[in-house]
Structures are given as structure tokens and as C-alpha cells.
């Protein structure tokens, strides 16, 4: 069972171009978040939605309760961009802790 | 950064031996948890805790158990490893139970079974 889906699997773009990775879930949500991973391991948080639109520099996110879905946005991109970007859910009323989508390899080429 | 480590970073064991993998804050979250990210799986929930002597499984609890006596430190256990526990390991911590806060993630533990 799959209750986190992401798209691309992989993505390999040049630098400037606007992104866009998209996160589709399949049950009831109380937070959903988007975590960034460099080569070498480290994760990041990058975002934390419930509702609504959150924007940090070239970043943003956004999330359709109604429709099940995120897309995480990066504008102008830049090599150093490039990481896998994990999309995570708390499922309402389950155990605790994230449920986690297999991740989106971004490549970002000069 | 949130004050999060992991320990070893790195471990190398025989199938049977007991290993004990640590993860310290000090950043007095309540919850922690313990994930695994192995290849075309991502990151899993073993197990996590909700306060000191307070803890549950995950979604890939078997072969794994959990302490956690104090609130900073929070240990994951491999009675007897396996093979298919070969895999990487993190710790994360958070203030907030309904995922409303973010989880701050340790390094990782790589480690692998032989």
C-alpha cells in the first residue's frame, strides 16, 4: 500500500528553470511536510502544511485538502538545489509519527 | 540546528550480534522516533516514544526494541541482526504529537549486517 505517492521519480533539469514536484496521498491528514535530502544523507525540514500556501525563499508549497495533494514549487533553481525532496504525512488518528512518499531525485544541471 | 546525535555514525556487525544504536537531544522534545530509509522503500517508522518510558511500534517493529529512561536519550536495539536489517537509521524528534511541528532528523546511522 502506497498512502503517499510522489512525481517525478526523477527529475534532471538546467539551472533557472521553474520546478514543480507533486505529492498525492490517500487518507485523512492532519499536517503534511516536505523534507529535503542532500547527497551524504543530512534531511531537512523545508515545510510544514496544513492548509493553504507557505513560500520560503525560492521555495514554495502548497497543499488541496479537498483534492489529496501537494506540489512543492522551486523557482529560478540552481545546482545546489539539487537533493531528493521527500514528502511526508501524519496520518489523522494514526500511530505517530510521518508516513513518508519514496522521494523525488532532483537534478539540477549548470 | 536542532541538537540531535546519533551514534555510531557508522557499524559494521556479523549476523547474531546485539547492537544498540543511540540517538541524544538536547533540545527537551518529547517525542522521538526511529526510522529506517532503505532503497525504493523510503524512510519507515520502527518505533517511537511519547515520554520517557513511554513508547510504541511503528510500522517495522519486528526485530527491534526500544528504552528511553531519560528524555534526552533514546536508544533503538537489534537482539540478534539480521541481514534485512542492514539499512540506514535515523533519529528524529519533535515538540508536537499530530505532526503540526516539524521533525528535526539526525545524520543517520549507517549500518550494515553481514
Known amino acids: 500500500k502506497n498512502e503517499v505517492e510522489q512525481s517525478p521519480q526523477n527529475l534532471t533539469a538546467q539551472e533557472g528553470e521553474f520546478i514543480t514536484i507533486n505529492c498525492s496521498y490517500s487518507?485523512?491528514?492532519?499536517?503534511l511536510h516536505w523534507l529535503q535530502q542532500h547527497p551524504g544523507g543530512g534531511i531537512v525540514s523545508l515545510f510544514m502544511?496544513?492548509?493553504g500556501k507557505k513560500k520560503h525563499g525560492r521555495l514554495i508549497a502548497t497543499i488541496n485538502i479537498q483534492e489529496k495533494h501537494s506540489s512543492l514549487h522551486i523557482t529560478a533553481s540552481h545546482p545546489r538545489d539539487s537533493a531528493v525532496y521527500i514528502c511526508a504525512v501524519r496520518i489523522r488518528g494514526g500511530a505517530d509519527g510521518l508516513t513518508f512518499g519514496k522521494g523525488t531525485h532532483l537534478i539540477i544541471q549548470p | 540546528d536542532a541538537g540531535i546525535t546519533q551514534s555510531p555514525r557508522h557499524k559494521v556487525t556479523e549476523t547474531g550480534t546485539p547492537v544498540t544504536l543511540r540517538c541524544h537531544q538536547t533540545e527537551n522534545h518529547r517525542y522521538m522516533y526511529w526510522y529506517r530509509q532503505d532503497p525504493g522503500h523510503g524512510l519507515r517508522l520502527i518505533h517511537y516514544?511519547?515520554?520517557?518510558?513511554?513508547?510504541d511500534k511503528g510500522e517495522v517493529s519486528d526485530g527491534y526494541s526500544v528504552s528511553r529512561s531519560k528524555t534526552e536519550d533514546f536508544l533503538l536495539t537489534l537482539e540478534s541482526a539480521t541481514s534485512s536489517q542492514t539499512s540506514v537509521y535515523f533519529c528524529?524528534?519533535?515538540?508536537?504529537?499530530?505532526?503540526?511541528?516539524?521533525?528535526?532528523f539526525g545524520d543517520g546511522t549507517r549500518l550494515s549486517i553481514l
Open positions: 502544511l496544513s492548509s
Open positions: 528524529a524528534i519533535s515538540r508536537d504529537q499530530e505532526g503540526y511541528q516539524p521533525q528535526h
Open positions: 487518507v485523512g491528514i492532519s499536517a
Open positions: 516514544s511519547y515520554g520517557v518510558k513511554d513508547t
